[in-house]
């Protein structure tokens, strides 16, 4: 299987790729990419699970901040050391990767969704967002071979960072709602932020299809 172009445009990804090398180029031998991807996974697991268990005590979201840093680690380095020691297994790793991504994300928008700060329902229309997002990026690996990690100048390394700041918020501000309303404002920002996700997968499916049509492929 032949990789797809990586593109990644992100504020953060000359910064991000020199420290990658750098971590990878140091970590023990006995430290593989499975183990890195397992990592990021279960971590993944524990984002949601702090963010459910903030019922009983917010002091829980600390769980959720720390292990956002632990699935950075986890899933952004094990694709890192695997190229680094020249031991890609592209077939697999694509397969592999990603399906852990989906259901991580899964763990981490449900736990988001299942806490006393955002409602389930707008948490999960910003999880659909996402990976109608995700699958414009996979639909575009199979018919241009690029693989676009970038999206309005932000990636999975910068999507963490704003989740960061918001359990943070959640920290300072509390659950509470808006006045009368049904909704907090981070059910307005989740919900915003959806819909942000959703008009750059509409607008970037009408670009590439326009680019296919003109092609004639």
């Given at each position: 299987m032949?990789?797809?172009l990586r593109?990644q445009?992100?504020i953060?990804?000359?910064q991000?790729?020199?420290?990658l090398t750098w971590?990878?180029a140091r970590?023990?031998?006995w430290?593989?990419?499975?183990?890195?991807t397992?990592?990021?996974?279960a971590?993944?697991?524990?984002?949601?699970?702090?963010?459910?268990?903030?019922h009983?005590?917010?002091?829980?979201?600390w769980?959720?901040?720390?292990?956002?840093f632990?699935?950075?680690f986890?899933?952004?380095l094990?694709?890192?050391?695997a190229?680094?020691?020249k031991?890609?297994r592209?077939?697999?790793?694509y397969f592999?990767?990603?399906?852990?991504?989906?259901?991580?994300?899964?763990?981490?928008?449900?736990?988001?969704?299942l806490?006393?700060?955002v409602?389930?329902?707008?948490a999960?229309?910003?999880?659909?967002?996402?990976?109608?997002?995700?699958?414009?990026t996979f639909l575009?690996a199979?018919?241009v071979d690029e693989?676009n990690?970038?999206?309005?100048?932000?990636?999975?390394?910068e999507?963490?960072?704003?989740?960061?700041?918001?359990?943070?918020?959640m920290l300072y501000?509390?659950?509470?709602?808006?006045g009368?309303?049904?909704?907090?404002?981070?059910?307005?920002?989740a919900?915003?932020?959806?819909v942000?996700?959703?008009?750059?997968?509409?607008?970037q499916?009408?670009?590439?299809?326009?680019?296919l049509?003109k092609?004639g492929?």
């Amino acid at each position: 299987m032949k990789a797809p172009l990586r593109i990644q445009r992100n504020i953060l990804a000359v910064q991000e790729r020199r420290l990658l090398t750098w971590l990878a180029a140091r970590l023990p031998l006995w430290v593989t990419p499975d183990m890195l991807t397992t990592l990021g996974f279960a971590a993944a697991f524990a984002i949601g699970a702090g963010y459910v268990l903030s019922h009983y005590d917010p002091a829980w979201l600390w769980l959720s901040i720390i292990s956002f840093f632990i699935n950075w680690f986890g899933d952004s380095l094990d694709g890192s050391l695997a190229r680094f020691r020249k031991i890609e297994r592209p077939a697999f790793g694509y397969f592999v990767d990603h399906s852990a991504d989906a259901l991580g994300n899964l763990a981490i928008v449900g736990g988001i969704g299942l806490s006393p700060y955002v409602r389930l329902d707008v948490a999960l229309f910003a999880l659909v967002s996402y990976l109608l997002l995700s699958i414009h990026t996979f639909l575009s690996a199979k018919v241009v071979d690029e693989f676009n990690l970038t999206y309005l100048a932000g990636g999975p390394t910068e999507m963490r960072i704003i989740l960061i700041m918001m359990t943070l918020a959640m920290l300072y501000y509390g659950p509470e709602r808006m006045g009368n309303h049904a909704y907090s404002g981070f059910d307005i920002f989740a919900g915003g932020f959806a819909v942000t996700l959703l008009g750059v997968f509409i607008v970037q499916t009408l670009i590439l299809g326009a680019k296919l049509r003109k092609k004639g492929r």
